[in-house]
Every structure is written in C-alpha cells, then in structure tokens.
C-alpha cells in the first residue's frame, strides 16, 4: 500500500469523495427507476463499495491511522472493548 503520507492523503480523499458522491447518486435513483432496476442498482453500488473499503481505504487506514474518518474510528475503538 502507499506509504507516502502525502499521496496516502490524496488517494483516501479521492476515494471518500467518490463514496459520497455514489451514494448520493444511489439515494437520487432510489424513486427514480423501477424497482427491480434499483434492486440490480443495489447489488452493484454494494460490490463497488465493499472491494473499495475492503481492498483500498481499510489498509491504507491500518498504514496511516490518522486518514481514518473520525466516525469510523470512533465505531472501531468501540467494537474493540
């Protein structure tokens, strides 16, 4: 994984604005097409959003804890006990 800071920093950011704005394209398709077009819309956005978190961002967050989002760190530190 990326061990510099700096571009450690840009790729997490990169990736965190594509979530948001993935999610924010779900949530508008959500009453916008049919249901079994939405349902199909689900499966993928979960594939794309899982191999991202899990392939991506949880091992550039384990390499440079300080990238992880507050929110997600407060529910891991919360896990952990």
Do not use: C, Q
């Not at 899990?54 to 989002?69: A, G, I, T």
């Amino acid at each position: 994984m990326i061990s510099d800071p700096v571009h450690a920093r840009a790729v997490s950011e990169s990736a965190e604005a594509f979530l948001r704005t993935l999610h924010e394209a779900f949530e508008a398709a959500r009453n916008a097409v049919p249901p079994d077009e939405f349902e199909s819309l689900k499966v993928a956005v979960a594939e794309v959003v899982g191999t991202l978190e899990v392939d991506l961002l949880w091992p550039l967050y384990k390499r440079h804890p300080e990238l992880e989002p507050e929110n997600l760190r407060t529910k891991s530190e919360g896990n952990a006990s």
